[in-house]
C-alpha cells in the first residue's frame, strides 16, 4: 500500500476526519496537503469558516505530515498548537498544508497554512507533536 493510500485508511478510522470529510490530497517526506468541503454546518454567524474546523483541519494536517517521518508509529498527537486568523474561510473547499520544521524520534515542530481555494491565507499554525510508538507507548 502506497503512502497517500495507508494515510487515507488510516485516518477512516478516525470519525471526526470523516465527520469533516477532511480527505488527504498529497503526500510528501514531512509534508501534506489536506482539505475539506466548506459546508453550510461549518460556517459561523458571519458566513465564513468556523474557527474551530479551521484548527481542526490544521491539526490533522501537522500530524499528517509528522506521520509521514515515522510511519512505524502507532499515532501522532498534538502537544501544543497555535493559530494565527488572518482572513475569512470563503468558496467550495478549504487547503491545508503543513510542514515539518524539526524532527525528533518522539516530538515533531511543524507548520501549517489554511488557504482557501483562490489561494488568500484564512490561518496559520506553529506546533509540536508527539509521536507515539509501539515499543514505548502503550
Known amino acids: 500500500m502506497n503512502p497517500l493510500e495507508y494515510t487515507r485508511d488510516y485516518q477512516k478510522r478516525i470519525p471526526f476526519i470523516?465527520?469533516?470529510?477532511?480527505?488527504?490530497?498529497?503526500?510528501?517526506?514531512?509534508?501534506?496537503?489536506?482539505?475539506?468541503?466548506?459546508?453550510?454546518?461549518?460556517?459561523?454567524?458571519?458566513?465564513?469558516?468556523?474557527?474551530g474546523v479551521i484548527m481542526s483541519l490544521l491539526d490533522v494536517a501537522v500530524c499528517t505530515a509528522a506521520r509521514t517521518l515515522h510511519p512505524e508509529s502507532i499515532g501522532v498527537i498534538t502537544i501544543d498548537m497555535s493559530?494565527?486568523?488572518?482572513?475569512?474561510?470563503?468558496?467550495?473547499?478549504?487547503?491545508?498544508?503543513?510542514?515539518?520544521?524539526?524532527?525528533?524520534?518522539?516530538?515533531?515542530?511543524?507548520?501549517?497554512?489554511?488557504?482557501?481555494?483562490?489561494?488568500?491565507l484564512v490561518a496559520k499554525a506553529i506546533a509540536t507533536v508527539r509521536v507515539r510508538h509501539k515499543d514505548r507507548d502503550k
Open 83 to 120: 493559530v494565527s486568523f488572518i482572513g475569512g474561510g470563503t468558496g467550495q473547499r478549504l487547503n491545508a498544508d503543513a510542514r515539518v520544521l524539526r524532527d525528533g524520534r518522539s516530538m515533531s515542530f511543524v507548520e501549517g497554512e489554511a488557504k482557501n481555494e483562490d489561494g488568500s
Open 18 to 51: 470523516q465527520h469533516l470529510k477532511i480527505r488527504t490530497d498529497e503526500l510528501g517526506q514531512g509534508s501534506a496537503r489536506l482539505s475539506l468541503p466548506v459546508e453550510r454546518e461549518f460556517t459561523n454567524s458571519l458566513g465564513t469558516v468556523h474557527g
